[in-house]
């Protein structure tokens, strides 16, 4: 086991390089840049993602990589609406967000600096990269952790449910609900329960914005947790309608399948009752891909697909962070939380395969290739 470990540790180091590197490299290619965003702002033409480069269509993260060269270009062939600007000022804004080095330079210094967890501040926001994200953790947190709990503590059993009345009458509404469910996109429910409960047309239940109430400091100990949940009610329930569907019918199949076995059919012909078979011996073995999941679907509930349901509902997350920076051009942002969250995915994939065997100590990944 150390030895699968201390390989898939390994591994993480040439997966991020390779990850950063093509990140790196397509945003050469990506039109617009924070050197063009400041011009825009200033010359009254801020389009922000829709900003485009002139003469080459490199971007300005990429765009030439001799200094000089930029300078005798000036603010006429490189950068589309700096006409009249003077070259030195172009230059100035160049070197300030570190664009006056080569291509290969800038993103050696990035690799050196990661791997400190250096990432620098924030283009637009005056802030260190790593204050901003902390700033936004705890919507994303909250989000990933409860719509995680919620979604498993209800998709495990209604799934031994189903798989133990497989083709009844249950089984067959249920699976229909389940899937009109995951067929519902979760902004759109997200609107739904907003015009239902949140003062859209008919009852005014739930608050609309944040995490907390203004008052918030002021209350006591129980009011603060009822009003964060309170807060939290209709967004979770917006992400997590479709996220039964996975987690049940993995359940019921798992079920189906240890059910069918030949240990079962022993364990019944010794005279063990249902709730006995299904517990005692279905239970642990049916249940291994499910918990070992567990850690990977927090971070993938925890880190994605929640953009649209912060933005609905005016939360201030990473997912709405990650959307701006991008649009903004806001790169340091960009590149930090890439390389953040791929670290903590790629450690998770980890944990989960350890998983495996803490819950059944018979797997063995000593003798696995990675």
């Given at each position: 086991?150390?030895?699968?470990?201390?390989?898939?540790?390994?591994l993480i180091i040439p997966t991020l390089f390779g990850m950063l590197l093509v990140s790196f490299v397509i945003i050469q290619f990506a039109p617009g840049g924070p050197v063009e965003r400041v011009?825009?702002?200033?010359?009254?033409?801020?389009?922000?993602?829709?900003?485009?480069?002139?003469?080459?269509?490199a971007g300005d993260f990429g765009g030439t990589d001799n200094p000089a060269a930029q300078g005798e270009a000036g603010s006429t062939s490189k950068y589309r609406?700096?006409?009249?600007?003077?070259?030195?000022?172009?230059?100035?804004?160049?070197?300030?967000?570190?664009?006056?080095?080569?291509?290969?330079?800038?993103f050696a210094m990035m690799i050196w600096n990661f791997l400190r967890f250096e990432f620098g501040?924030?283009?637009?926001?005056?802030?260190?990269?790593?204050?901003?994200?902390i700033e936004k953790m705890p919507v994303s947190i909250s989000l990933g952790l409860w719509m995680t709990l919620l979604s498993y503590g209800i998709s495990i059993p209604l799934g031994i449910r189903k798989a133990v009345r497989d083709g009844s009458r249950f089984d067959v509404w249920s699976s229909g609900i389940v899937v009109i469910g995951y067929a519902i996109p979760g902004f759109l429910f997200a609107v739904l329960?907003?015009?239902?409960?949140?003062?859209?047309?008919?009852?005014?239940?739930?608050p609309l914005r944040g995490l907390t109430?203004?008052?918030?400091?002021?209350?006591?100990?129980?009011?603060?947790?009822?009003d964060y949940f309170w807060h939290l009610t209709l967004p979770i329930i917006s992400m997590a309608v479709g996220a039964f569907a996975t987690t049940t019918f993995l359940t019921k199949n798992s079920f189906l399948d240890e059910i069918r076995k030949?240990?079962?059919?022993?364990?019944?012909?010794?005279?063990?009752?249902?709730?006995?078979v299904l517990y005692r011996h279905v239970f642990r073995n049916a249940m291994l891909i499910i918990i070992a999941g567990f850690p990977g679907a927090f971070i993938a509930s925890f880190f994605t697909g929640s953009l649209l349901i912060e933005t609905i509902f005016s939360l201030d997350g990473l997912g709405l962070l990650?959307?701006?920076?991008?649009?903004?051009?806001?790169?340091p942002v960009v590149f930090a939380t890439l390389y953040i969250f791929g670290l903590m995915g790629l450690v998770t994939n980890l944990i989960s395969d350890l998983t495996y065997t803490w819950i059944d100590p018979r797997i063995d990944f000593d003798t696995r290739e990675v």
């Open positions: 086991m150390a030895a699968y470990i201390l390989r898939r540790l390994l011009i825009a702002q200033l010359t009254g033409t801020d389009v922000a993602a829709t900003a485009r480069i002139g003469g080459s269509a609406g700096a006409q009249g600007l003077d070259p030195e000022f172009i230059r100035k804004l160049e070197k300030q967000f570190g664009f006056d080095k080569p291509a290969h330079e800038r501040e924030s283009y637009y926001r005056d802030v260190s990269v790593v204050s901003l994200i329960l907003i015009i239902l409960f949140a003062g859209g047309s008919f009852f005014d239940v739930f109430s203004e008052n918030f400091a002021e209350m006591t100990w129980w009011q603060k947790i009822g030949h240990y079962v059919t022993t364990a019944r012909a010794k005279g063990l009752g249902e709730r006995d990650s959307f701006e920076s991008i649009v903004n051009r806001d790169y």
